[in-house]
């Protein structure tokens, strides 16, 4: 085993129960058969030298608090995450209450601006929404009946943040309504004071009079493009709109008269607590007038950008659950801060908690290491898959192929020279 003053890349991976552990792992250099990272490498330091410079800081900085992470350490605590898991699992089987759930993670979130750079002033998943004065607010009518449901199992799990539990909720609610696997992670750190909320007005309008220019200016505001607005506006397979709350909707349908859960209100789709595509291919057909369609759904099938991912989302389930995972993930982190830095997953073997990869936030280095903004995540997302690669994994290296190219060039080279 290499020792930290001999190996150059290390990784340091935790593994948590509620017990401090740590072990290093090694990283591969950079691929050296790759032309564009020789180029990159020979120009400027590479991600790997400030990795390691960040890195040797960060384990002396570690190495001081007792060398590891700590579980306790973190936002949130990983094993009550994972109880508070279990806990809403059974209130969605009882209560039927997916949609509040989904709807409440994502005005938490919205509430992002990705234009201003400080925490909490930039908004976004930070628990913010718990607080009377952020509940009031016009688009957040009936929110309050999804905080009294999480309550008691906030309540029973102090140790996980109301930032936390809004995603976990949201997240679990998709999933347990037939959608896909969210690529969540954890560790979201609370507002403290209500004097902390945003103010109002940063949450999509239903009827605006230009809705796709709104949807963009909302959506772009928070750093999503087209595609992701597509993707995310089909979050409303689930759940109905009601006229006592958001004024949009009928006070009942065919399908909402009986519920399940409270009756009323005038849903999307047929089956309104099953996740699918079907919001989709419900509004490109339009042919119930039980079913809702608002200003900014309808946008999506006539705004020609949009067009193209409702579309396809219409007649490809699987595009539509890929991209809506990777869109709901990406929601539920915006303006977060995250402790540990790099937060953790709660879905890897049953008893530890890992951090979630993102090699390259360790680009961010010195003794005061700052959260990376997701604007500069994404930038660093798009350098890693110009070439090929992808933050979330080391790069790779084949070291045997390279020896075996170095020899055979060498042995070109010499036999040239002796010719
Ligand atoms: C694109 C802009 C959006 C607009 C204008 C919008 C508007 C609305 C409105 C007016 C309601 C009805 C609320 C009520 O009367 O109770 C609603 C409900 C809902 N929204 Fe959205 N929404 C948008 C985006 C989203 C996104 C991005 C998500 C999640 C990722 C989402 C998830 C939901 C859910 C699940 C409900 C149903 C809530 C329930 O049944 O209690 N919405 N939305």
């Known amino acids: 085993m290499a020792t930290l003053s001999s190996s150059p890349l290390l990784r340091f991976s935790t593994k948590t129960g509620c017990k401090p552990s740590a072990s290093l792992q090694f990283l591969s250099p950079p691929s050296v058969s790759n032309p564009s990272l020789w180029l990159r490498t020979a120009q400027a330091p590479s991600p790997c030298s400030l990795t390691l410079a960040h890195r040797r800081m960060t384990v002396a900085r570690r190495a001081r608090h007792g060398g590891a992470y700590s579980a306790e350490c973190f936002a949130s605590n990983p094993a009550q995450l994972k109880s508070a898991r279990e806990d809403i699992r059974e209130l969605l089987r009882t209560q039927y209450c997916h949609p509040i759930l989904v709807r409440l993670g994502w005005h938490d979130a919205g509430t992002y601006d990705k234009n201003i750079e400080d925490w909490p002033q930039r908004g976004g998943a930070n628990g913010s929404l718990r607080f009377d004065v952020e509940l009031k607010h016009a688009a957040n009518a009936g929110l309050i009946n999804a905080l009294k449901l999480l309550q008691p199992i906030k309540d029973k799990y102090p140790g996980v943040t109301y930032a936390d539990l809004f995603q976990l909720g949201s997240a679990t609610a998709i999933e347990e309504a037939g959608g896909p696997k969210i690529p969540m992670k954890y560790g979201r750190v609370d507002v403290s004071g209500p004097e902390l909320c945003p103010e109002e007005g940063k949450l999509p309008d239903a009827g ?44 009942e349908t065919k399908y909402t008269k009986d519920g399940p859960g409270a009756p009323g209100g005038q849903s999307w789709t047929v089956k309104w607590l099953k996740f699918d595509n079907s919001y989709f291919k419900d509004i490109k057909e339009k042919l119930d007038e039980d079913l809702l369609v608002l200003p900014t759904d309808a946008v999506l099938f006539e705004d020609p950008s949009f067009k ?112």
Not at 219 to 244: C, Q, W, Y
Request: zero cysteines.
């Open 208 to 251: 605006p009079a230009l809705p796709a220019e709104h949807l963009r200016d909302v959506f772009n505001r928070m750093g999503f493009d087209d595609k992701e607005i597509v993707a995310l506006s089909g979050a409303h397979t689930l759940g109905r709109s009601r006229p006592e709350r958001s004024g949009w909707g009928k006070p």
């Open 308 to 419: 193209v991912y409702a579309e396809k989302y219409a007649v490809d389930q699987e595009a539509f659950f890929k991209d809506y995972a990777e869109a709901h993930a990406k929601l539920s982190n915006v303006g977060a801060k995250f402790d540990p830095p790099e937060g953790f997953s709660i879905d890897s073997d049953a008893a530890s908690a890992t951090p979630e990869k993102f090699v390259a936030s360790d680009y961010s280095s010195g003794e005061s290491r700052r959260e990376l903004s997701e604007a500069m995540k994404q930038k660093i997302r798009a350098e890693y898959e110009g070439f090929g690669g992808s933050p979330d994994k080391p790069l790779q290296s084949n070291y045997f192929l390279n020896i075996i190219i170095i020899v055979a060039v060498l042995a070109l080279l010499t036999s040239l020279l002796g010719n």
